[in-house]
């Protein structure tokens, strides 16, 4: 039996600020998908995504592409 | 016999012999709020702009968000905005209130704004609303007599539906842009990056009452869980559309007894609003009015609002036209909303012209999921709810006209739904804008 990873921080996306660029997907496709009309779903569909440690990486890369800074990351306080 | 007196115009006179002076309230002092919040907090009064969350608690989040002063804000005064925008174009309670007990709103107003410290009063109303002179007439009765220790302003958001949002509006009143503000609450961060209590008038109005009764009294009607009064918008298929008021919990039966009756056979309930939902007839007219009851039998109570779609009409058409006005209402904000309510709309025509295939009707049900808790405010997601309800509470309806036929109409309509219909939809967007062209700012 594996324990689920824990909960290390949390992807924030700014709805208002997003264009839809997509470079979020293209920078970590396993993380972020793209609607019909090229926006970005986060992992269970809303603003808030909670990371393990494991995607955490994906999630910097998805933020540093963002040209117009729309994702946010916040560490989980330990 | 209501307690709001929508019965009858109060002038301030009338307004004073019915209810007596407004008992002086306790200032806040510090970090903590006047009296009336314990009161509140004995009342249960809950908020009536449609979310039902406790007023006390509203308050006590303004007042605390005002003392966390940092080094860089050094204006933290609290700010009050009663919401009067009433931007649900099926919904009439506000309107009627404020024609008829303006005084009591300005009461309410002046009670929150002395108990939470509040230095600045706003009473927001659409910028088009025939209400201005009642509620500017009644402004200088009171200031004639003296009677607010604090300048109360109206302000006139443009007419969208989304300016009535409460950070819409408190965006206004800060920065003069109606739009929605994401992810800061107004409680904290609102006008002018001010913490804001923003508070629908009815509710306001029955602070007013809670000032001078206290909250005891005011539990002595209505449901535990929602205590008091409401007030009901009553629309559709009965022999007199209007607002009444009722204490919560009263059968939904009763309140369309109030109206003179149905005037056909039900087959649905519009409740809540266009962010609210569809609700087949079966069973529901013996459902308890109040919030908890109405959401336990799968409704939404929103903004206190039932419209009964009679076996005349085609609901689905009457999805279509709202949904698309709503899809005209969005402010443009979010990916989602932009593009994913003018797709659900143009499927619910598609839908109601009996053109729709099965796997565009997969589709639609992908969309309807794909737009929500995506948004910036909850636009999406009520017109999302809107459709999802609508098809769930017509399936038998559906199901006819993915086969291409109607139980209303033997003749496949030519042309997309347009202004003609039951539930009110005003006018295209673009005979609102305003001369500068930008309905937003």
């Not at chain 2, 009536?48 to 406790?54: A, E, I, L, V």
């Not at chain 2, 002595?220 to 869980?225: D, F, K, L, R």
């Not at chain 2, 402010?331 to 979010?334: I, L, V, W, Y």
């Given at each position: 039996m594996s324990t689920p990873d824990p909960v290390v921080s949390t992807l924030l996306l700014n709805p208002t600020v997003c264009d839809g660029r997509g470079l979020c997907h293209h920078a970590a496709p396993d993380l972020i998908d793209l609607d019909e009309w090229g926006y970005p779903i986060l992992p269970g569909g809303g603003l808030r995504a909670d990371l393990t440690k494991a995607q955490v990486k994906a999630a910097e890369d998805a933020t540093h592409a963002c040209p117009v800074l729309a994702l946010h990351i916040e560490k989980r306080k330990q | 016999m209501g307690r709001l007196g929508i019965e009858t115009r109060s002038s301030l006179s009338m307004h004073l012999s019915q209810y007596g002076a407004l008992p002086a309230i306790a200032q806040r002092h510090g970090r903590t709020p006047g009296a009336l919040v314990g009161e509140l907090e004995k009342s249960g009064l809950r908020g009536?702009?449609?979310?039902?969350?406790?007023a006390f608690r509203k308050w006590n989040a303004v007042v605390d968000s005002s003392v966390e002063r940092g080094r860089f804000n050094r204006t933290r005064h609290p700010v009050v905005i009663a919401n009067g925008m009433e931007g649900e174009p099926a919904s009439a309670k506000d309107a009627v209130l404020m024609a008829s007990s303006p005084h009591l709103i300005f009461d309410g107003i002046a009670a929150a704004a002395a108990t939470i410290g509040a230095t600045d009063a706003f009473l927001a109303l659409h910028r088009d609303s025939n209400l201005l002179p009642i509620l500017t007439k009644a402004l200088d009765e009171r200031h004639a007599a003296g009677i607010d220790s604090m300048t109360i302003a109206l302000v006139t958001p443009p007419a969208r539906y989304v300016a009535s949002e409460e950070s819409a509006l408190s965006h206004w009143v800060g920065e003069g842009i109606a739009t929605p503000v994401y992810p800061d609450r107004p409680f904290q961060k609102g006008a002018a990056g001010r913490p804001t209590l923003v508070q629908n008038v009815e509710t306001l109005s029955h602070v007013a009452l809670v000032a001078r009764y206290g909250g005891d009294w005011y539990r002595?009607?209505?449901?535990?869980?929602a205590p008091g009064t409401t007030l009901v918008t009553v629309g559709g298929a009965v022999a007199e559309e209007g607002v009444v008021e009722v204490p919560t919990g009263t059968p939904v039966h009763e309140i369309i007894q109030m109206c003179g009756g149905t005037t056909e056979p039900i087959r649905g309930y519009l409740t809540g609003g266009y962010g609210g939902g569809w609700i087949a007839a079966e069973g529901f007219d013996r459902t308890p009015w109040d919030p908890d009851s109405v959401r336990d039998a799968g409704a939404v109570f929103g903004a206190s609002l039932m419209w009964l779609i009679g076996e005349s009409e085609c609901p689905l058409t009457e999805m279509a036209r709202v949904s698309a006005w709503m899809a005209g209402e969005s402010?443009?904000?979010?990916g989602p909303c932009i593009y994913g309510l003018p797709s659900i709309s143009d499927d619910i025509h598609h839908l109601a012209m009996r053109h729709m295939s099965d796997a565009e009707m997969k589709r639609l049900e992908a969309r309807l999921k794909l737009v929500q808790n995506r948004g910036g405010c909850k636009h999406p997601d009520g017109t999302a709810r809107f459709v999802s309800t609508g098809l769930k509470a017509f399936s038998d309806e559906v199901a006819l006209h993915l086969d291409r036929r109607c139980s209303v109409s033997t003749s496949r309509p030519?042309?997309?739904?347009?202004?003609?219909?039951?539930l009110p939809v005003p006018l295209p967007r673009l005979a609102l804008v305003d001369v500068s062209g930008r309905d937003f700012e």
């Open positions: - | 009536r702009g449609g979310g039902w969350f406790p002595e009607v209505g449901v535990p869980s402010a443009g904000q979010c030519v042309s997309r739904p347009g202004t003609e219909g039951s």
